[in-house]
T-cell receptor, first 110, second 111 residues
């Protein structure tokens, strides 16, 4: 049974560009959450998708948007990248209360 | 706004010693999670504590939850080098698995 997968593993972008990160949830899971983890910090909740709708959102600007597809996979889009967006982006999938994290995408903005 | 605090932030301990990491949170919650993170890696789930008084143990790690005191502890028994990592607690504020994480405790076990 494949766990949570994310792509790409690493990404380098320039300020002002746009990026799309992808996540496939664990089999049987219908909820996907995205977190941003800056270096040396704990993960911060970005938003959560369930039944293709954004169900909850953390304190992130509108530059951060997402989507969930009918197969429950999800994308995180970040527009107008800033240096401060450099972080590890983690996707977590869940069905009830337990969340399983993917390996993450390391985004570097130069 | 839910706040989660861990202490200590950094812990250097000798192999064979015992120690406890503390996690305090500011609002009522009945679900608390402990995760381990190795450098550059993702989060590995250690424990999920679902009710007041819950205690779970796995190997040299034992976690407990006191919802009345809004406190969870992660106790390390007879530490070994392989336990060196950063440990996070996270609280589910009851809103469908939105986790609020603590600042993390970086554990370094030395010989």
């Amino acid at each position: 049974d494949a766990g949570v997968t994310q792509s790409p593993t690493h990404l380098i972008k320039t300020r002002g560009q746009q990026v799309t990160l992808r996540c496939s949830p664990k089999s049987g899971h219908d909820t996907v959450s995205w977190y941003q983890q800056a270096l040396g910090q704990g993960p911060q909740f970005i938003f959560q998708y369930y039944e293709e709708e954004e169900r909850q959102r953390g304190n992130f600007p509108d530059r951060f948007s997402g989507h969930q597809f009918p197969n429950y996979s999800s994308e995180l889009n970040v527009n107008a990248l800033l240096l401060g967006d450099s972080a590890l982006y983690l996707c977590a999938s869940s069905k009830n209360y337990e969340q399983y994290f993917g390996p993450g995408t390391r985004l570097t903005v130069t | 706004e839910l706040k989660v605090e861990q202490n200590p932030l950094f812990l250097s301990m000798q192999e064979g010693k015992n120690y406890t990491i503390y996690c305090n949170y500011s609002t009522t919650s009945d679900r608390l999670y402990w995760y381990r993170q190795d450098p550059g890696k993702s989060l590995e789930s250690l424990f999920v504590l679902l009710s007041n008084g819950a205690v779970k143990q796995e190997g040299r790690l034992m976690a407990s939850l006191d919802t009345k005191a809004r406190l969870s502890t992660l106790h390390i028994t007879a530490a070994v080098h392989d336990l060196s990592a950063t440990y996070f607690c996270a609280v589910d504020a009851g809103t469908a698995s939105k986790l609020t994480f603590g600042t993390g405790t970086r554990l370094q076990v030395t010989l």
